[in-house]
């Protein structure tokens, strides 16, 4: 009933439950509040980044994808774990979580301050909701989260979308850990007039990835196909010999690295100046770049590394050259220092020959918060566990 992937509204739905928690007349209501909330703050803790829920998103109007300021997640995170400058944070007129007899978990707080220190992991997620009149959503979310970024997808496979009521999903996201809100986004987004309010770009953009690679197919539509990347992104370098297309692009944000390849080349544009009837309304937005590709619909492969793996960026740019996007018979195939993905969008995927199937997904598996499906979650980090069980008349208070 709520929207997960939703940075502004899951806030709202965050602070219906906290009043549930504190004032409802039902004992049963409040214990379902708060364990419902325990529930949203660890899955938050897994897949933050300086507090922000990373991952793939929807409902997410302009100035919730462009800005962390709109949102109390930052406000939270250093209340919580003392995560963040509070001197830059907004703390919006959100004060139900300081008030509320609610409490965050230890263990919850502990993950949210120590995340960077686990080794990298993935998260899977199936949302199934059945929705009478209106579309069914029906989606597979995957994110990749190492210590320097979290790389979302929505797993557009076996007819698998993130498409909801009131649209404006985001189907890749790139998170880097480097001190300031600065996602990276594959989409299509390129106007913010009210035509577009309610719009779903997921006929548009569709995706599949699996660890640190991504396969993209933008701008299906009438929209311009692109990658956004934030103002603490370096600009965009081409990488190649003189005289080749320009194929291979690269970037950086702190430890954070990302590789992107499109063929027939790019235009790289400041992104106020390229697209200004999107990005130019926030003084916020100086600085950033959008990548273009030549080719329209465009199709994208994605690499993101880290330097405690790849080491220094001139590293990553000799890495990036080995990076080939291909099209063979209908199926996009990615490769890259010898690892591969391919993808027929909306169809199949596979990764070093291994099928991906989305379909398959619990829902909700990670080495910290995991349900198959049933009513029952199991938490565990830093030697705390706390396992969920479905109330019954019987069970309830």
């Known amino acids: 009933w709520y929207e997960g992937e939703s940075p502004g509204y899951m806030v709202l739905s965050i602070t219906a439950l906290l009043q549930m928690a504190d004032h409802a007349p039902q004992a049963e209501v409040r214990t379902l509040a708060s364990r419902q909330l325990e529930l949203i703050f660890a899955d938050w803790a897994q897949k933050q980044v300086n507090g922000f829920p990373a991952g793939p998103k929807s409902r997410t109007y302009s100035f919730w994808a462009l800005s962390d300021r709109s949102t109390p997640w930052a406000a939270w995170a250093w209340m919580a774990a003392g995560i963040g400058d509070p001197s830059e944070i907004n703390f919006m007129d959100r004060p139900e979580l300081p008030v509320s007899n609610f409490e965050i978990p230890e263990s919850v707080v502990k993950l949210l301050t120590e995340r960077r220190k686990q080794p990298s992991y993935e998260i899977k997620a199936r949302r199934q909701i059945a929705l009478g009149k209106r579309k069914d959503l029906d989606t597979g979310l995957y994110s990749y989260a190492t210590p320097d970024y979290i790389l979302g997808t929505a797993q557009a496979v076996?007819?698998?979308?993130?498409?909801?009521?009131?649209?404006?999903?985001?189907?890749?996201?790139?998170?880097?850990?480097?001190?300031?809100?600065a996602p990276?986004?594959?989409?299509?987004?390129?106007?913010?007039?009210?035509?577009?309010?309610?719009?779903?770009?997921?006929?548009?953009?569709?995706?599949?990835?699996?660890?640190?690679?991504?396969?993209?197919?933008?701008?299906?539509?009438?929209?311009?196909?692109?990658?956004?990347?934030?103002?603490?992104?370096?600009?965009?370098?081409?990488?190649?010999?003189?005289?080749?297309?320009?194929?291979?692009?690269?970037?950086?944000?702190?430890?954070?690295?990302?590789?992107?390849?499109?063929?027939?080349?790019?235009?790289?544009?400041a992104a106020q100046e390229r697209f200004p009837e999107y990005y130019s309304?926030?003084?916020?937005?100086?600085?950033?770049?959008?990548?273009?590709?030549?080719?329209?619909?465009?199709?994208?492969?994605?690499?993101?590394?880290?330097?405690?793996?790849?080491?220094?960026?001139?590293?990553?740019?000799?890495?990036?050259?080995?990076?080939?996007?291909?099209?063979?018979?209908?199926?996009?195939?990615?490769?890259?220092?010898?690892?591969?993905?391919?993808?027929?969008?909306?169809?199949?995927?596979?990764?070093?020959?291994?099928?991906?199937?989305?379909?398959?997904?619990?829902?909700?598996?990670?080495?910290?918060?995991?349900?198959?499906?049933?009513?029952?979650?199991?938490?565990?980090?830093?030697?705390?566990?706390?396992?969920?069980?479905?109330?019954?008349?019987?069970?309830?208070?």
């Open 158 to 181: 076996g007819g698998l979308s993130l498409q909801v009521s009131g649209g404006q999903e985001i189907g890749v996201t790139l998170f880097p850990e480097c001190g300031k809100f």
């Open 281 to 397: 309304s926030s003084k916020l937005l100086k600085g950033s770049w959008v990548a273009v590709p030549r080719r329209q619909p465009a199709t994208v492969g994605l690499e993101a590394g880290r330097r405690a793996e790849h080491g220094d960026f001139a590293a990553w740019k000799t890495r990036a050259g080995s990076a080939e996007l291909t099209t063979v018979e209908g199926e996009l195939r990615f490769s890259v220092a010898g690892s591969r993905l391919s993808f027929v969008p909306g169809e199949r995927a596979s990764a070093a020959g291994r099928a991906l199937e989305p379909r398959t997904y619990p829902r909700l598996q990670s080495p910290f918060l995991s349900s198959d499906g049933t009513g029952q979650w199991t938490f565990s980090f830093g030697g705390a566990q706390r396992r969920f069980e479905r109330l019954s008349p019987e069970k309830a208070p």
């Open 184 to 269: 990276l986004y594959l989409w299509s987004r390129t106007r913010n007039d009210e035509s577009d309010k309610w719009r779903s770009w997921m006929a548009e953009d569709r995706a599949v990835g699996d660890r640190n690679l991504v396969i993209a197919r933008l701008g299906a539509g009438e929209a311009i196909g692109h990658a956004y990347l934030a103002p603490a992104w370096s600009r965009p370098e081409i990488v190649g010999t003189p005289g080749d297309t320009g194929d291979t692009i690269v970037s950086q944000c702190g430890d954070a690295y990302v590789t992107l390849v499109s063929p027939g080349g790019w235009e790289i544009a």
